[in-house]
């Protein structure tokens, strides 16, 4: 079965800081794999996806992913952390034919001035 | 281009009461999902509609709930009756391609539905 996990529940980080939130994944054949925002009281909001093709994958708002094949990992990255990236973020891999997503359990990125 | 709707926000009932969740996806979008999202958790896929049809419901309790989607547009979640643990937001997103594994999913703002 394909999953993914986020071994950290909360992330601090100083503003202008550079900003990393894990995963991990477990997946059969080529993985593709997402990450989502959530900001309080709204929905997701899409980020980045990992298909083919470079390891390196830049996404909205400044952020980006890398792509690890042999540590079987895609973490989050942003080079220097704004307050307003304190959010719930998802990492998540899609199943089966129809595109349903596993989400990961989140990680809370707390981002202080 | 117009996002995810869904009403509404929030709901407050007793448990064995029932609800009904509203969704009208982005135009044009063959895909529906519902999610559940426990606090402090992920979202949990409910169902998935490919137009007016059901493509996937293995994990939608089907004893209380039921969810449709007559005109493969919007779409209606229900539960009935609701139980405590069904204390949840309940998220609607929508894709374009019908079967793009590759496709990002487009997510409504949620409602909040507290069961008490």
């Known amino acids: 079965a394909q999953s993914v996990a986020q071994p950290e529940d909360q992330v601090n980080v100083a503003e202008g800081n550079p900003l990393t939130v894990k995963c991990t994944y477990s997946?059969?054949?080529?993985?593709?794999l997402f990450w989502y925002v959530q900001y309080p009281n709204r929905g997701l909001q899409f980020l980045l996806k990992?298909?083919?093709?470079?390891?390196l994958v830049k996404g909205s708002y400044g952020f980006e992913a890398e792509f690890n094949k042999s540590q079987t990992s895609f973490h989050l990255k942003k080079p220097s952390a704004l307050v307003s990236d304190s959010a719930l973020y998802f990492c998540?891999?899609?199943?089966?034919?129809?595109?349903?997503?596993?989400f990961g359990g989140g990680t809370r990125v707390l981002v202080k001035p | 281009e117009a996002g995810v709707a869904q009403s509404p926000r929030y709901k407050i009932i007793e448990k064995r009461q029932s609800v009904a969740f509203w969704c009208n996806p982005i135009?044009?979008?063959?895909?529906l999902y519902w999610y559940q999202q426990i606090l402090g958790q992920g979202p949990k896929l409910l169902i998935q509609?490919?137009?007016?049809?059901?493509?996937?419901d293995s994990q939608l309790p089907k004893d209380r709930f039921s969810a449709e989607r007559l005109k493969g547009v919007d779409s209606t979640l229900k539960i009935q009756p609701a139980k405590l643990e069904d204390s949840a937001v309940y998220l609607c997103?929508?894709?374009?391609?019908?079967?793009?594994?590759?496709?990002?999913?487009?997510f409504g703002p949620g409602t909040r539905l507290t069961v008490t």
């Open positions: 997103a929508s894709s374009h391609p019908p079967q793009g594994i590759t496709y990002e999913q487009y």
């Open positions: 997946v059969s054949g080529n993985p593709y």
């Open positions: 990992y298909i083919t093709g470079d390891n």
């Open positions: 998540a891999v899609p199943w089966a034919a129809g595109n349903k997503l596993t």
């Open positions: 135009s044009g979008h063959a895909t």
């Open positions: 509609f490919q137009n007016n049809g059901v493509v996937d």
